[in-house]
């Protein structure tokens, strides 16, 4: 084989890791292993999120166009996304308050606000919940890659004092393999910096989202109650 030609097959990325040290590779397999998990959160949440803005949507639709909230309750009950969560604790303390018989109008109002804030707060916390796991791959890969690195070009300059030359032929391979390390880790570390502050961003528009439908909820509850005082 040519030696130009032997020389850049030794240097591809699978032979750069069969030839890295243990340490350093060992660095490159748990920074491939957090790049898949990522990319597994980033997938699995995308289509999370997609799917519950869709089901929000269908479900503001049925609210406005329901006869009278108690015909939405039993449908609401047997869905799982967030919007449907919000309205059957809405409507599980409207129930219990209309129970007591006297109604406490500001009561009634102070709860409901609570009883949803505290479905839309659990609800995003649920789903932000890995979000920290792509924070902490994204911040913390980088630096993992350059200890592999520093590791790398350690053995390098052993190599190196061990063999008593400085070629070219020696020293490529071993800096090759140790600034490979960081490679892999900006590899794991970009997308996951991506999908944390997009995913952040969808999580936010769905608790504004959220929050405006609690306010549309709670208002029309609240006139309720006023047409009961009127009558």
Request: overall charge neutral.
């Amino acid at each position: 084989m040519d030696p130009i030609a032997k020389a850049a097959a030794d240097l591809s990325p699978w032979a750069l890791f069969l030839e890295a040290d243990i340490v350093v590779k060992l660095v490159m397999f748990g920074l491939l292993a957090a790049s898949i998990w990522s990319w597994a959160i980033i997938f699995e949440r995308s289509r999370r999120l997609k799917a519950i803005n869709l089901q929000a949507k269908q479900f503001e639709e049925w609210f406005w166009k329901a006869e009278n909230l108690d015909a939405l309750y039993d449908p609401a009950a047997k869905a799982q996304h967030p919007s449907a969560k919000l309205f059957v604790a809405g409507m599980n303390e409207w129930r219990r308050s209309l129970a007591r018989g006297r109604v406490d109008r500001e009561g009634v109002r102070a709860r409901l606000a609570s009883i949803t804030q505290v479905s839309i707060a659990r609800e995003i916390d649920e789903l932000g919940d890995r979000l920290n796991v792509l924070a902490t791959i994204g911040s913390v890969a980088p630096f993992v890659g350059l200890f592999g690195t520093v590791w790398g070009i350690m053995r390098s300059f052993t190599s190196i004092a061990a063999s008593q030359n400085t070629t070219l032929a020696v020293v490529a391979p071993g800096i090759a393999e140790a600034l490979f390390a960081t490679a892999i880790g900006l590899f794991a570390a970009i997308p996951a910096v991506i999908g944390y502050n997009r995913l952040l961003h969808n999580v936010g528009r769905l608790e504004a989202r959220l929050g405006a439908f609690s306010e549309e909820f709670q208002g029309l509850l609240s006139r309720q109650l006023d047409g009961m005082d009127a009558k």
